[in-house]
């Protein structure tokens, strides 16, 4: 159990966060309303339903019955402000959270799926984008994601899609199964994505092995990684990540739920950062796991990270963000005066 004073350093702390996926994040109870607003059935009509029919899946198909519950779920969002008030949920979550900046995956394949025009998703994404700044103080930035089980051609017909939206837009990210999709397949994606400007991550390490993190850097020229929990298995590129700065943006729990970890105990995150990996921690998907706060909670209480090892994970976040660099100053503030606080007590 965390002490008080812990619970009180992880709140207080400014925090970032890297990796979250706004189709994976819709609030249950505003994916009912919603649903019930637009006539979309949903599994079941009550949160905790929802809960149980989720556990049912995950426990069955791992990730790809994830990404079967993440699409129901996304199926409630039709109009504009639908895609608005989902965004506006998360930065209010994020603000009571202390979360200041927040890198949001957009993973509008999933929409256009369901016949939702681009501009539908991008203007409700655009307008709660600047709400969120002004309403909560929380910075979002977007990374467009690709759904990795599509077509190469459909991935960069996605990608030209982007130039119209490169005013709010900064990143292009890659997920879904990763198993019998290799990265290659959307090399021309990302080599268009990076002439046009755009940060470039991909989930990889998740699903499968330690090879797709190096395809994901050599062919893709990725400068991020999702997840990257196999990268324990290659001393080789353990040092490659080290020496080249690529900061590997992990989800503990969501690892636990999709079997890309087998407990908190044995989450390979804290012997990654040991090994000088920057790492960060993201809640992906919170609400079919946890949220930012709860996520760090467990590091210290379950993952053996020690307090200096969070903060430094926590700094990771800003330091290796697409544009959170500025709120490094107001990081290290907090930083500074938890640590004399912590020694003025000491003595
Ligand atoms: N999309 C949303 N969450 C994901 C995850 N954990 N892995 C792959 N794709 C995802
Ligand atoms: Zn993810």
């Known amino acids: 159990m965390l002490n008080t004073r812990q619970m009180k350093m992880i709140l207080n702390m400014p925090k970032a966060e890297n990796h979250i996926h706004i189709e ?5 109870e505003l994916a009912l309303e919603l649903g019930q607003k637009n006539h979309v059935p949903l599994p079941a009509d009550t949160t905790e339903g929802i809960r149980e029919w989720v556990q049912s899946i995950l426990k069955k198909d ?4 994830f990404m079967l519950c993440d699409r129901t779920i996304n199926s409630v969002c039709l109009h504009e402000e639908d895609y608005e008030a989902v965004v506006m949920a998360l930065a209010k979550n994020a603000a009571s959270q202390n979360v200041i900046y927040q890198e949001l995956h957009l993973d509008y394949p999933l929409n256009e799926e369901r016949g939702i025009p681009m501009e539908v998703v991008m203007e409700g994404y655009r307008s709660a984008q600047k709400k969120a700044k002004a309403l909560y103080g929380v910075e979002i930035v977007y990374i467009a994601g690709l759904d990795r089980t599509l077509s190469s051609e459909q991935c960069v017909r996605f990608v030209r899609s982007l130039e119209k939206y490169r005013d709010m837009v900064d990143g292009l990210g890659m997920d879904c199964e990763e198993k019998g999709h290799p990265c290659i397949k959307h090399k021309e994606s990302y080599a268009l994505a990076k002439d046009m ?5 991909a989930h990889a390490g998740e699903d499968d092995g330690a090879y797709n993190i190096w395809d994901a850097i ?6 991020r990684i999702d997840h990257g929990c196999r990268c324990l298995d290659d001393a080789v590129l353990m040092k490659y990540l080290k020496d080249n700065e ?13 079997g890309a970890a087998g407990s908190y105990e044995e989450h390979p995150a804290v012997d990654m950062m040991r090994a000088g990996i920057p790492i960060s ?4 998907d919170p609400p079919y796991m946890v949220d930012l706060v709860q996520e760090y909670a467990l590091a210290l ?4 990270f020690t307090e200096d090892e969070l903060i430094q994970t926590a700094r990771n976040a ?6 959170g660099q500025k709120y490094l100053p107001v990081f290290d503030q907090w930083a500074s005066g938890f640590i004399d606080n912590k020694c003025n007590k000491s003595h």
């Open 281 to 284: 921690i993201s809640s992906d």
């Open 301 to 304: 209480e379950k993952m053996h």
């Open 218 to 223: 050599r062919e893709l020229k990725v400068t």
């Open 246 to 258: 690529i900061l590997c943006a992990m989800c503990p729990t969501s690892n636990l739920w999709t």
């Open 24 to 28: 994976g994040s819709i609030p249950w």
């Open 318 to 323: 800003f330091l290796y963000s697409i544009k």
């Open 62 to 65: 791992g990730l790809n019955g």
């Open 197 to 201: 400007g755009l940060f470039l991550t």
